[in-house]
């Protein structure tokens, strides 16, 4: 194999490593001006929260792409899902308008559900306060041994078959 290519190659797999072996961030701080709901399907894991808010579905993405990247050193990738799959990946029964992921590729994932009252039969008041929206908060963490045997097998596959590769071009 070309000596440029195993010297690409090695700097890749360090910095692929470097970046999977960096900590994973806390869970992100709610906006300004939110409800934490007191709800029992909200407070059945730690790693699910759910706010009464009046923000709009932008400030709120936007706020929580802003908290999911505290260090600064990651890139976040924006999935936008059908709001159906709020059932399947928040909670059962789970009413959603919208469901949008932010995640660090091959690390870690938050998902956004909202569920806007207008134009609804619901209405969410909370200590006399009417709020236009719930959000419920998903965090996703994964555990650093899965990612470096992962990355570490994938980084030998594409070794072995670029070796491969370029020994039967010869």
Avoid: C
């Amino acid at each position: 194999m070309n000596k440029f290519l195993k010297i690409l190659f090695f700097l890749f797999s360090v910095g692929l490593l470097a970046y999977v072996i960096l900590p994973s961030p806390a869970f992100p701080n709610p906006p300004e001006a939110v409800v934490q709901s007191d709800e029992p399907a909200d407070l059945e894991s730690p790693l699910r929260r759910g706010y009464f808010t009046n923000l709009t579905r932008s400030e709120i993405i936007a706020h929580y792409q802003t908290e999911f990247n505290k260090p600064k050193n990651f890139y976040t990738l924006r999935l936008n899902y059908p709001p159906e799959e709020s059932q399947t990946i928040i909670r059962d029964q789970t009413k959603s308008t919208f469901l949008e992921e932010l995640t660090h590729p091959l690390r870690e994932s938050l998902f956004v559900s909202g569920f806007e009252s207008e134009g609804t039969i619901y209405e969410f008041k909370v200590d006399g306060e009417v709020w236009a929206q719930k959000i419920i908060i998903k965090y996703v963490p994964s555990s650093i041994y899965i990612r470096l045997l992962v990355v570490t097998l994938t980084l030998a596959s594409v070794y072995l078959l670029m070796r491969e590769y370029f020994y039967v071009k010869e």
